[in-house]
């Protein structure tokens, strides 16, 4: 079956209702998942900074497991091995008047978690990477450890934080592509669905692409400005321009300014 440019042309242009429902889905359950991310990495962080070694180990363990066992063995830990357990089944749920189905809380559940193994540790070394004359400051002045790890500490880490963190959210969105495998109604299973219907097979996931491709840009172009707003803010010029992001080559310089 010869390729159809009018069939591809018109599945870019003007996407069925099923590929934009399934478009939108991608997006918001990687906002959701690397929100509950953040969370849950910034508390196994400072688990891993505690000066209490069993709290320190059962963190360590937890990234330990979570970051050398595959994604999609995971997925299907959580959504068919424990329900053939008999330790919990995802069931639909209603909140707000809004229906949310059991596959969908499984997936936001094992993306959430497997994902703040590697928040815990990009966020560890955002912290490590403020000199320790800052907290030490903040203590002197008065301040709460706590208090000095939120209003000191995080907000100068965040500039080493930001750049990991975009990569890894530009990570999610194509990652949620094995979603399809517990029937999650997501981008590639519903591209899958549109190829079985129309045997267009190569056409369509050519689009799916340039979609996945569309939503990593975008995505670039919102890190690169979060990244100059932070570095800007830091008196640091010249961060990595678009082209770099999305080509690779050339080399950034980047320079302290001088106080």
């Known amino acids: ?41 910034l508390g196994v962080a400072l688990m891993r900074r505690s000066k209490r070694r069993w709290v ?7 990234i330990w497991i979570l970051r050398g066992t595959p994604l999609l063995v ?29 596959v969908f809380q499984a997936a936001l559940v094992t993306l959430a978690i497997n994902e703040s193994a590697y928040m815990a540790e990009i966020i560890r070394a955002g912290i490590d990477s403020v000199g320790k004359g800052q907290s030490e400051a903040a203590l002197a002045i008065g301040m709460t450890p706590r208090s000095a ?57 050519i689009v799916a692409a340039l979609y996945y ?6 995505w670039s172009f919102v890190q690169a400005w979060l990244e100059a707003r932070l570095n800007a803010s830091a008196g640091i010029s010249r961060p990595p321009t678009i082209g770099q992001r999305l080509f690779g080559g050339g080399r950034a310089v980047v320079r302290a300014e001088a106080p």
Do not use: H
Request: net charge negative; no cysteine; aromatic share 14%.
């Open 213 to 218: 491709l569309m939503l990593t840009t975008l």
């Open 74 to 102: 995971q997925l299907v830990l959580v959504y068919n091995g424990l329900a053939a357990a008999e330790i919990y089944s995802f069931s639909d749920l209603t909140l707000l008047g809004v229906t949310v189905t059991g």
């Open 1 to 41: 079956m010869s390729f159809d440019p009018a069939f591809f042309w018109d599945a870019l242009l003007r996407p069925s209702g099923p590929f934009l429902e399934g478009l939108w889905r991608t997006v918001y359950i990687s906002v959701l998942a690397q929100f509950l991310a953040v969370i849950i990495g």
């Open 149 to 205: 790890m939120r209003w000191i500490i995080l907000p100068q880490a965040l500039r080493f934080i930001v750049p990991p963190l975009g990569n890894n959210f530009n990570a999610m969105m194509k990652t949620t592509s094995i979603l399809s495998v517990i029937g999650v109604d997501e981008l590639f299973l519903n591209t899958q669905a549109i190829s079985s219907t129309t045997f267009r097979t190569f056409e369509v996931f």
């Open 56 to 62: 320190t180990a059962v963190a360590g363990f937890y």
